[in-house]
């Protein structure tokens, strides 16, 4: 069968055809162009999450090492900002890392979270409603996330466009873009995270002298067990993983939706759906498209023989419309039961830090807006963008009924 | 050995011999039970792996200040036999246990 670029046009506007063809004929398929296999059932894609003694994460290291020194010269000071984040780790390096992270975020109490969320929701489609912005990604779901994080970390809500922009910068590398950004990627991401590393440091320097109840100020605290490095590696990672994909989550959501305005409608008179339906976008149109890994030793899969060493892309955009798993796959459906889960978040060690924080900002915002914006709608075709591990529409513009204007009559 | 009775929402009943050292939940993960998520893989980060425990309880581990926290955000109704099967791990004299999985994980 013919193989598919994944930065191409086809796999960017719509994907999954190739993807139910690959499940069917070819489970385990080499893509020569990226130099991975690419694993498409549910089953599979769950193993290679949860074996992380044969499905390792340590993939930038490796990938240094195998480089030509021209391109490694070229490479080598944004990956090795990356290298040493813990998605990028196996136990024991991840756990200990993991293990601080996770109690550092147990420690923001995120359900307590609840009321400031709404008002900060709130606040923004106020503020979206009022200066008749159109951009819904600009004005609602790039500073949402940003906002909460920041306040995660202890840094101030008005740095929060700085450090959105620089994260834009590092999706770059991190999330493998295609289109025009491709070529010179790995220097914009540089120039992205060497600025966001030098408000981090002074932020937490700032910390350290008159710590808060925040996530850095929790892991200063514990800093016999975290050297300088590692703290503001952890805090990059959280700061760049904490906004981007949920600006893409509540997108997504958009998009679902008003490409099923029956089922918008719906959503809208019956609220008690919402977190069924933030699953069942996470599943039909997650954020994150594809996760790596490295194999570690040879290992047959269904007929294919996978070499230790090699690349495999778990594609959870694939397993989360497996028909093994899931009846009537590719229709979107925001009353389908939430079990058997999708893969959206990914399983097993790695399973996103963020994923209970990003269900709760998405649950609080998705009503309000429906709420606030009656007769929500897009204003022109929605354009994915070409990237290898997310996905990502290049701007949300949205139309909706001004309340301005008298109701029409029914 | 305990053994470690899991009842479904639907009526279903399992039952499983659980080892000491296994938490509830990678027991009931590993037979392939339903209705258990355990999305984040037992690190208490989730709280997708919620059950009631109806018998035999005080042979399990104390709730830990953490476990509380994150059942804040358990989907299903939370009451005094709520627990993250997680943390429930069977000792040497666990007497049997009897749990029920709610509706919702998520």
């Known amino acids: 069968m013919k193989g598919l670029d994944l930065l191409g046009p086809e796999m960017t506007e719509q994907p999954h055809p190739y993807w139910a063809q690959l499940r069917r004929e070819q489970p385990v398929c080499w893509d020569g162009s990226q130099t991975a296999w690419l694993i498409t059932r549910y089953e599979d894609v769950r193993t290679g999450l949860t074996e992380p003694q044969l499905f390792s994460s340590n993939r930038i290291a490796p990938l240094l090492e195998k480089l030509a ?31 601080l992270a996770n109690a550092a975020f147990r420690g923001q109490r995120i359900a307590a979270m609840k009321n400031w969320i709404a008002e900060l929701v709130d606040g923004l489609l106020d503020e979206f409603v009022r200066s008749g912005n159109t951009d819904f ?12 994080i920041a306040r995660m970390l202890g840094a101030p809500q008005e740095d929060r466009d700085r450090f959105q922009r620089w994260s834009d910068e590092l999706a770059l590398v991190a999330f493998g873009a295609g289109g025009e950004a491709r070529e010179e990627r790995h220097e914009r991401a540089l120039r992205g995270v060497t600025e966001l590393q030098e408000y981090l440091r002074e932020l937490i320097a700032t910390l350290r002298k008159s710590p808060g109840d925040d996530m850095i100020s929790f892991l200063l605290g514990q800093q016999e067990r975290l050297d300088d490095d590692e703290l503001l590696s952890l805090c990059t990672l959280i700061l760049f993983a904490g906004h981007e994909t949920t600006t893409n989550l509540l997108c ?9 305005p029956d089922q918008l409608e719906e959503l809208r008179a019956d609220p008690s759906l919402v977190p069924n339906a933030v699953e069942e976008v996470l599943r039909y149109e997650g954020p994150i498209k594809i996760l790596v890994r490295w194999v570690t030793e040879d290992v047959e899969l269904h007929g294919q023989r996978i070499r230790s060493g090699d690349r495999v892309y778990l594609v959870l955009q694939s397993a989360n419309r497996d028909e093994r798993v899931f009846d009537d796959p590719e229709t979107f459906d925001i009353r389908r039961p939430t079990q058997p889960v999708h893969l959206g978040f990914g399983r ?3 399973t ?5 924080l990003a269900r709760l900002e998405v649950r609080i915002a998705l009503p309000r807006i429906l709420e606030r914006l009656p007769g929500l709608r897009l204003a022109g075709d929605v ?3 070409s990237s290898v591990a997310t996905r990502v529409v290049e701007g949300l513009q949205v139309d909706y009924d001004s309340r301005r204007e008298p109701a029409p009559a029914r | 050995m305990a053994k470690v009775t899991y009842r479904q929402p639907d009526g279903n009943v399992h039952v499983l011999d659980v080892e000491p050292g296994t938490s509830l939940m990678r027991a009931a993960v590993a037979a ?10 037992g690190q208490l980060m989730c709280a997708t792996c919620h059950v009631h425990v109806v018998d035999g309880g005080e042979g399990l ?11 804040e955000l358990a989907a299903a109704p939370v009451d005094e036999r709520s627990r993250l099967s997680c943390q429930l791990v069977v000792g040497e004299n666990t007497p049997d246990v009897v749990v029920e999985i709610p509706e919702r994980q998520l």
């Open chain 1, 137 to 148: 990604m600009a004005g609602v779901a790039y500073p949402l996330p940003a906002t909460v």
């Open chain 1, 383 to 385: 354009t994915w963008k």
């Open chain 1, 69 to 99: 020194p021209a391109r490694r010269a070229k490479l080598e000071p944004i990956l090795s900002i990356m290298r040493d984040w813990m998605v990028v780790t196996d136990p024991p390096a991840h756990t200990r890392l993991r293990t």
């Open chain 2, 61 to 71: 581990p104390e709730m830990s200040d953490d476990e509380r926290d994150m059942l």
């Open chain 1, 352 to 356: 996103c830090l963020g994923a209970q």
């Open chain 1, 348 to 350: 097993g060690p790695h």
């Open chain 1, 252 to 260: 997504n959501s958009l998009v679902c939706l008003t490409q099923h």
């Open chain 2, 32 to 41: 392939g039970l339903p209705g258990i998520v355990a999305e984040c893989g």
